[in-house]
């Protein structure tokens, strides 16, 4: 490209400024606009970039799609806001980083998918990049290579615990609702289900899940209403192949030295990531019981930690070689679809009290 790369932003609440503060630190990237329909979170945006930083602030995305001020837009604005947004992007030439979760239902994912491949024609050279920046952070990165390097063997159980904080407030406390984040399940994990399904890499088939909303949100009233979001579950899904992953989520654990912890196991040994410390075990059963080598793991390359260990800076620097150098994207909108439909079966078992095949959410 003859000049940096332009970016935009499509919603600027909490995640879109953590989208911006990783963009400012990238190589050839400019922020040259952004669009969110609340004043504040323009102001937000312009804080951000500062204030003395030429920025073109719009309420609609589409008049920032209309600008020809961006050649790349990443989309953060509310959950149930993605679908529409995106197949607007889709219209157009813009390369696009949408954050998780692709959209809140997995019919509305299989079509903003159509959408993509209908405009790949148009546009052949698009860069179209699903946000799931959890697969980029250095623990977890470490776990996926000692996975493809064999040292655990043929995969058959991987567990994935995030105990962690309740969810933050966020502009019109959209988060407080099922019909607005797909639910918690979709919302918040999605991005391991994705980390499942990478790790195993065969399809899901089988989800059981048991959840329940039991702590947190439950003196909050919103026009009349109680939030309806779970704050903790089991969720089990099983794989073509017969192996099987499992996640312990529980969202009022703010007394966790580590908030995510990964373990995946097979038939030659056991790897594992404190993800918040930043240490990675491996353990071969050929070695002998209890033998196990521990290290920390850190990336000398990321220039801004942000929100997620510098897991969104790594992500944005594998968006922009991907735009710059004309790479496929790494992380795909298939990638994002099948880590909602494991979210939505899991909410569908919990809502049914049964075993939910993957296919019943493809079912239309």
Known sequence: MSGPLRYGVIGTGMMGVEHIGNLLHLDDAVVTAISDPHPES??????AVG???????????????????????????????????????????????????????????????AAAERGAHEYPHRVVWMGLEYRYMPPTTAVLHEVRNGAVGDVRMVAIREHR???????????????????????????????????????????MASGAQDVNHLD???????????????VVVEYEGGARAMLDLCMFAEASRNEQEISVVGTAGKVEALVTEGIVRVGRRSDG??????????????????????????????????????????????DGLWSVAVGEAAHRSIDLGRPVAIEEVFAR
Request: proline share 6%; aromatic share 6%.
């Open 165 to 207: 904080f309740p969810f933050l407030p966020k502009v019109g406390n959209w988060n407080r609702f099922t019909r607005n984040t797909g639910g918690t399940l979709v919302e918040k994990c999605c991005h391991f289900f994705d980390l499942m399904n990478l790790i195993v890499q065969r399809p899901p088939v089988r989800v």
């Open 220 to 234: 909050e009233r919103y026009d009349g209403e109680t939030p309806d979001i779970l704050d903790n579950a089991f």
């Open 289 to 334: 019981i209890g033998v196990v080598t521990e290290r920390p793991v850190h990336d000398s390359s990321i220039r801004h930690q942000g929100l997620h260990h510098g897991a969104s800076y790594l992500e944005h620097v594998a968006f922009r070689d991907a735009v710059v150098h004309g790479l496929a994207p790494a992380v795909t909108l298939a």
């Open 42 to 47: 323009r102001d937000w945006a312009q804080l």
């Open 51 to 113: 204030l003395d930083t030429p920025l073109a602030r719009f309420a609609d995305h589409r008049e920032l799609l209309q600008s020809g001020l961006c050649d790349a837009v990443v989309i953060a604005s509310p959950n149930h806001t993605h679908h529409q947004v995106l197949l607007d992007v889709l219209s157009t030439p813009h390369h696009v980083m949408v954050e998780k979760p692709l959209c809140t239902t997995v019919t509305d994912c299989l079509e903003a998918i």
